[in-house]
């Protein structure tokens, strides 16, 4: 009922219930959202992270830096930011759209999330969690905001042309 909830699942009464796909609309309006809100939760951080955070912060942007980095380590990454941003209201609110990375699957030709896959290298750049962490701890929150942002960007570019092939029309 949650995925149904969420436009993730629909049930077809007597038939029982299916994993909706994903089309390149659903995808842009998926990181249009997560410009605003990562963006947002970022700055906010920026301007009130405890020293017992980073430390948190720098471990998991290492690990989804890792050259053997899974969806799921980036995906721990980006919901920290969030769930540390001090904002609950931006946390109930991201739970209601997916905020996985998402992957092709070449099999059924769909758009999946796949928290076990390896982040493709293909217009992957080195350290930039690290780096979106730094800004973060800096306490620059104009900054931290921009480059988040610039960040979410770069990866609907990236779901664009390496899972639909397409230039940057999402």
């Known amino acids: 009922k949650r995925l149904e909830v969420e436009g993730l699942a629909v049930s077809v009464p007597n038939k029982g219930s299916f994993v909706e796909s994903m089309s390149p609309a659903d995808i842009a309006e998926i990181y249009e959202m997560r410009e605003v809100m990562e963006g947002l939760a970022a700055r906010l951080l920026a301007r009130r992270i405890k020293n017992e955070q980073v430390e948190v912060l720098r471990h998991l942007a290492d690990r989804a830096d890792s050259p053997t980095a899974t969806v799921s380590d980036a995906e721990a990454f980006h919901s920290a930011v969030i769930k540390m941003c001090g904002n609950r ?3 109930e609110t991201t739970r209601t759209f997916c905020l996985d990375v ?12 796949n928290g076990n896959a390896r982040i ?3 217009g992957r750049v080195a350290g ?3 780096s979106l962490a730094e800004t973060i701890i800096s306490g ?3 900054t931290a905001e921009e480059e988040f942002r610039n960040h979410i ?3 609907k570019r990236n779901a664009a042309h390496y899972l639909l092939g397409i230039e940057d029309t999402l």
Not at 103 to 109: E, Q
């Open 89 to 91: 209201r931006i946390v």
């Open 102 to 113: 998402i992957t092709y699957d070449s099999h059924t030709h769909r758009l999946t999330s």
């Open 120 to 122: 493709a290298e293909e």
């Open 128 to 130: 930039v969690h690290r």
């Open 140 to 142: 620059d929150s104009r």
């Open 153 to 155: 960007r770069m990866a």
